[in-house]
Structure formats: structure tokens, C-alpha cells
């Protein structure tokens, strides 16, 4: 199962917090929290920073440039779209220069906010955590499993009867086997597929 996309929204409009929580909830991939003020967003993201933050820039009393270059200098991982309620080419192209990865201004579609999100996911990597564990473990695992038994790729190739270039590419974690190859290696060592998986934490 896919992991969530853990969601920031940083906006002093409680309305458009609400709508923004319950589109994204209502996606169901993604986990969303909201904050009206800096401070305590801040002190959210020491626990656990976002994958993405929303950010408006045009808070009140509060600078969105400031909160821009904190986030930026704290969690430099994490992806950040500027929304806006008052676009400007201006300040776009000013928000692109400083490594923000889009900018979509409201009132803004769905779809729109679905493309932009989606992107981003893409670009960082978001969601595909969980996965990317098992396929870096598990080919680990059957590196070590074939290191013990002294075997080159040829030879587990050739006990589970799948290729070589198919073994490499599971090694390397390059790709997760489907189940049948899976089975097939997992014979070729005697172990049951579910005890290779219980020794990589799955």
C-alpha cells in the first residue's frame, strides 16, 4: 500500500484550511495538517516535517518570505507551493528563483490543485517510501542470501530459473519481484518467502 503524502497548509483564512483539509482528506492519500500562524507550524515540524507545504504568502501580520526562507533553511527536503490570493508575475518569477517548486493561484480548480500536487509527488519522491524500503531490504537480503551459499548471479539465476539481468535488477533494488519470482528464489534458497520478509522487518 502506498504511503500518505504528509500535507502542510499554512494559510490565516480559517475557511480556506477547511475546505483544503477536506479535499485532501476526501483524496485519500493524503495526511493533512492546517495552521493559521507560523509559531506553531514551526513547532509542528520539529516532531515530523511535511512532504509538501502550501504556503500562502499574504498573512496579515505574519511575512510569507520569512516563513519561505525558515522552512527553506530548516527542512530543506520539504517541497513547497506557493498559493496566493494576490498573483503577480513579479512575485512568481521572484518565489521561482528561490527553489519553490510551483506557485498556483486561488481561486484555483481541483484539477488544478490534483496537477500540482501530483507533480510534486513525482518530483520528490513522495509516497513511495514504504515501497522503496522493501525493494532496498529485500534485495539486500537475497545479495546476502547468495553471498552465504557463495553463489554468482549466474547460479541463482540458474537454481530459480529466472535470468541474470532479472536477479541484478532485484538485488540492486531496482525493481520488487512479482510474487511467482519471489517464490521461485526463495526455493532456490529453502527459505519460505514469509520468513525472508519477517528477517527485513515486513
Known sequence: MQDLVDVAVLDDDVDFRQYMEDFLREEGRYEVRSFEEPGHMFAAFEQHPPGIL??????????GERVLDQVQSRWPKTCVIIVTGFPSLEDMRATFKRRVFDYIAKPFSLAQMRAVLKHAEEAFELGQAHFSRLRERLGHRIKMLRAE????????????????????????GAHLPSVESLLAI????DRKPSEVLESIGF
Open 149 to 172: 551459499r557463495d553463489w554468482s548471479l549466474k547460479d541463482l539465476a540458474a537454481q530459480a530459473g529466472l535470468s541474470v539481468s532479472q536477479i541484478s535488477a532485484i538485488e540492486r
Open 54 to 63: 502550501l504556503l500562502d504568502m499574504k498573512m496579515g501580520e505574519h511575512d
Open 186 to 189: 526463495c526455493r532456490a534458497f
